[in-house]
């Protein structure tokens, strides 16, 4: 009992954080929860945060004699993923994605990146100046149990900022989260799976839910056994 009181109050450090979003045109920052929008200066951006899309979006132009701007967008906080339409063990694939569009020439910097992650597993996608596209999201990224809540930390983030002559540049950076392909254990796309994808509660209910998630977690070494003896 005390081995796994310890565990649970380990764990409930997976539900620290609540979502937020935050965005920030020419220096002004912006904050809110499911979403946040700005506009200062030539520049633009927004966070939006709903239950299976998640998406964040940066806008920057500018027409004036070595004109600057900059705008920078984020949605972050703890996600449970929870699965039914089967039973055991199974994974998910996060479909996540970043897009970078670039104006005339210019001085520019553009960024964007969208991760899932814990203790167990998970991936990251990310683009940007100097850094060429990469994506390590796989069919096993994100092990999860029928019917357990898995906490995941989200992150989702785009930046955009440019510095032109006497020219006019319009940039955009843009990164999304469109949702879960599931596998099974031999590989298999799993069909009428339903899922949700929800932040996690507020502090009063975090006992209950790091109880569950935990079981998860403590579940871990049955599915790596299995796979070592496949």
Known sequence: ?????????????????????????????YTGTSSASCNSSDASASAQAFSA???????????DFLGTSSAQAGIYG??????????GDAFADPQLSTELELGDNGIFQNYASASLTNSSGGCEVMDGDGNPYQNNCTPTSVPFVFG????????????TQ???????????????????????L?????????????????????????AI??????ARPRLAKRRRGR
């Open 1 to 29: 009992m005390r081995r796994l009181f310890l565990i649970l109050i380990a764990c409930a450090s997976c539900f620290a954080d609540t979502l937020s979003t935050s965005v920030t045109c020419d220096g002004n920052v």
């Open 53 to 63: 899309t998640l998406s964040v979006n940066t806008n920057v132009s500018t027409n």
């Open 78 to 87: 703890t996600y449970l993923l929870t699965v039914t339409g089967g039973s």
């Open 148 to 159: 357990t809540p898995q906490a995941l930390y989200l992150s989702v983030f785009a930046d």
């Open 162 to 184: 440019i510095q032109v002559g006497d020219i006019r540049l319009y940039d955009q950076a843009s990164a999304v989260d469109e949702g879960f392909v599931f596998y099974g």
């Open 186 to 210: 031999n590989g298999q796309v799993l069909n009428n799976i339903t899922y949700s994808f929800v932040p996690a509660p507020e502090p009063g209910m975090f006992p209950l839910l790091a």
């Open 213 to 218: 998630a935990c079981a998860a977690l403590i």
